[in-house]
């Protein structure tokens, strides 16, 4: 019989943990935010000068940051995600004043480094980073364009962190752990690491449990250290034990990420908040003794929530240039006959949401997919949220980064539609999400540079203004070769030899059409002319209307309420 690897979390991070040390946090459906909470609790006050690596460092993580604990930050997104992206005071500051280092990759080419270190390459090709930013920051050391016979790729070195820490659903005393679905970077970063995994879980169980589930991604125990029972580990975030019988799960805890981001904006509430939730509890367990079994019972409360839409109002300025993303998408989908269509989250998930149960209704074989490990989601009404917990059962295949990024986006043997949102973008279609216009940091890449790098077709999706379309974007987080069209809330910008044009607009209550593309055109930052088959964009279809606010009842992202 194995020997047990089971211990209170306190004592394996004491044991595990050390300063200086280069930590992991795995990216799945779980996130092992108990044990980020613990490492606070243990080095609070010290300056342990952690490098922390992270596909996504959301929303409780960032109190490493502001407690001091993190000298260098390697990530390919760093910021709030919930429901809707932005970016984290507390790390901006941090980022400012030089007291954290940020290193800016995507979710495939850091997926793809801890896969060679897993599989002992010095290297591993991709179709990502070339023509960004990205790439001139990590050329000639990690970031390689290499290849035979005048063929070049794009290669990315092995990335080798200490220890990672994981969240999963389950694991044996011996160290077998059964991942959350989507499974986002699977084993890899854990096979990768010099010192193996902390792996925390929701439940115990024993050998028996999981042989009959050994079909389902797993962490091998020879690469865990300690395996550490933490029940709503992943907290404030959600968890879908999908397929497995035995294990509870949870939804996203909404208030408390509200309370974190409302605190983060100042300091010294980021302190308050930090005694009250992590400092000043003593272990996981008073932590959820505060949260209190009311509120951890509402989370186990895992129910479709459905709002009937209203359509008594017209679409308003969001709602139209969602649903005139959706008819460019649709479109094109239809021409070229896309397979899959991946986007980004905000105003373009939705966009693609609407785009693909329009055309699957119709009989088209059209999927949806999302970067974590989400392949044929058929999204549910009532909570816009792009990795939302009750997406999870609908998919065809529940799987990881490497199959959607690295295969179905890139491979040759699939067709795919990226859809985008922007926080600027260029006269040649490069997207960033990266710096602001003052230099400091945003939030970076997540997928969209892995996506728009090797998508067939990509369609971005921006608020119209001189400020978000520029003449040259600060900072290349996605080349824009293959944007091939921009939908604003004003109008549609496709490229035509090169260049975008107008080719259809958002009629104004009041002005007339020669006013209207006036005043489009110089509200965009970069020379744009007006196509001669520029046309009035037509009125949103009402079913798409009634399919998006079912998607987004509470208006996450699509602002007021129709007056």
């Known amino acids: 019989m194995s020997e047990s690897k089971v211990l209170p979390l306190a004592e394996a991070v004491a044991k595990f943990v050390q300063p200086g040390a280069f930590l992991h946090l795995a990216y799945n459906g779980g996130r092992p935010n108990a044990a980020v909470a613990e490492i ?3 080095f609070a006050g010290t300056d342990p000068g952690f490098r922390i690596s992270a596909h996504g460092f959301v929303n409780t993580q960032h109190a490493l940051v502001a407690a001091g604990l993190v000298k260098k930050l390697t990530v390919a997104y760093a910021g709030e995600n919930f429901p809707s992206p932005r970016p984290n005071p507390a790390l901006q500051r941090a980022s400012a004043d030089g007291s954290v280092e940020i290193e800016n990759w995507s979710i495939w080419t850091l997926t793809a480094r801890l896969m060679a270190q897993a599989l002992g390459v010095p290297f591993l090709p991709v179709r990502s980073l070339a023509g960004s930013t990205m790439a001139q920051e990590h050329g000639g050391r990690d970031y390689h364009e290499v290849g035979p016979d005048g063929a070049v790729s794009p290669v990315v070195t092995a990335l080798r962190p200490d220890l990672v820490l994981l969240h999963g659903l389950a694991a044996d005393p011996a160290g077998n752990v059964i991942l959350a679905p989507p499974y986002g970077e699977g084993a890899w970063g854990s096979l990768a690491a010099r010192d193996g995994v902390l792996a925390c879980v929701e439940e115990i169980v024993d050998d028996s449990f999981i042989r009959r589930h050994n079909s389902l991604p797993m962490i091998p125990a020879h690469a865990v250290r300690a395996v550490c029972r933490t029940p709503f580990g992943s907290h404030p975030y959600g968890l879908q034990p999908v397929g497995l019988e035995g294990v509870a799960g949870y939804i996203e805890d ?3 990420m509200d309370e974190l981001r409302a605190a983060a904006a100042d300091p010294e509430e980021l302190a308050r908040w930090t005694k009250k939730w992590i400092t000043g509890v003593r272990d996981h367990d008073e932590f959820l003794a505060r949260l209190g079994e009311e509120r951890l019972r509402r989370l186990r409360e895992v129910k479709p929530v459905v709002w009937p839409p209203s359509l008594a109002t017209g679409p308003t300025v969001e709602e139209r240039m969602t649903l005139t993303a959706a008819r460019i998408v649709g479109d094109r ?5 896309h ?20 055309l699957r209704s119709a009989g088209s074989p059209v999927q949806l997919a999302a970067e974590l490990g989400m392949s044929g989601f058929e999204p549910q009404p009532g909570d816009p949220y792009l990795f939302a917990g009750r997406n999870l059962p609908t998919c065809l295949q529940l799987t990881d980064v490497m199959t959607v990024l690295g295969r179905d986006m890139a491979g040759p043997g699939t067709s795919s539609i990226a859809v985008l949102g922007a926080g600027q973008i260029d006269a040649e279609g490069n ?6 216009a003052d230099g400091g940091f945003l939030v970076g890449s997540g997928g969209a540079n892995d996506v728009a790098s090797a998508a067939d077709d990509v369609v971005a999706v921006v608020k119209h203004s001189p400020r978000r379309l520029v003449e040259a974007v600060p900072y290349v987080t996605v080349p824009g070769r293959r944007v091939s069209a921009i939908v604003t809330s004003e109008a549609v910008l496709e490229r035509r030899d090169g260049r975008y044009e107008i080719t259809s607009y958002v009629e104004v209550a009041g002005s007339d059409r020669d006013t209207t593309l006036r005043r489009i055109v110089e509200r965009t930052g970069f020379p744009v002319s007006v196509a001669a088959d520029c046309r009035a964009e037509p009125l949103p279809d009402a079913a798409d209307l009634e399919r998006l606010r079912a998607y987004d009842p509470q208006r996450v992202f699509l602002g007021s309420v129709p007056a």
Not at 333 to 337: Q, R
Not at 431 to 436: D, E, K, Q
Request: net charge neutral; hydrophobic share 60%.
């Open 254 to 256: 909404a208030d408390f």
């Open 40 to 42: 606070i609790r243990q």
């Open 333 to 337: 989908i239809t021409v070229a006959g």
């Open 431 to 436: 997207i960033n999400s990266t710096v602001g």
């Open 339 to 358: 397979d899959v269509a991946l986007a980004g989250i905000g105003f373009a998930h939705l966009a693609a949401w609407v785009a693909v149960a329009r």
